[in-house]
């Protein structure tokens, strides 16, 4: 069975920073070759890619994001982390990890003063 655990997720002022971790059990070697990302959502709003490293370890990022987040790997761990800087209120909503076709349960992120 597959289960993808998240974690860092919190309120933080404007301007600060978070890293989201995710970790993905159940899914071996298959990890290293999947597609792996970080989406966002808020109320209202269809669910968004933030960041994903995609086939060739290529990189996208949401404009929105582009130059403040960066999203890694560790094929060690079968772990995916992003780093959130110069956090503002529009980055708030809950971060969904996905891994291939699996989806996270969720973390919430607030910026807020």
């Known amino acids: 069975q597959v289960q993808l655990v998240e974690s860092g997720g919190g309120l933080v002022q404007p301007g600060g920073s978070l890293t989201l971790s995710c970790t993905a059990f159940?899914?071996?070697?298959?990890?290293?070759?999947?597609?792996v990302g970080w989406h966002r959502q808020v109320p209202g709003k269809q669910r968004e890619m933030v960041a994903q490293?995609?086939?060739?370890?290529?990189?996208n990022y949401s404009d929105t994001v582009k130059g403040r987040f960066t999203i890694s790997r560790d094929h060690a761990k079968n772990a995916v982390d992003l780093q959130m800087n110069s956090l503002t209120a529009e980055d708030t909503g809950i971060y969904y990890c996905k891994v291939h076709k699996y989806w996270g349960q969720g973390t919430q992120v607030t910026v807020s003063s």
């Open positions: 159940g899914l071996g070697s298959l990890f290293s070759f999947s597609t």
């Open positions: 490293i995609g086939d060739g370890n290529i990189i």
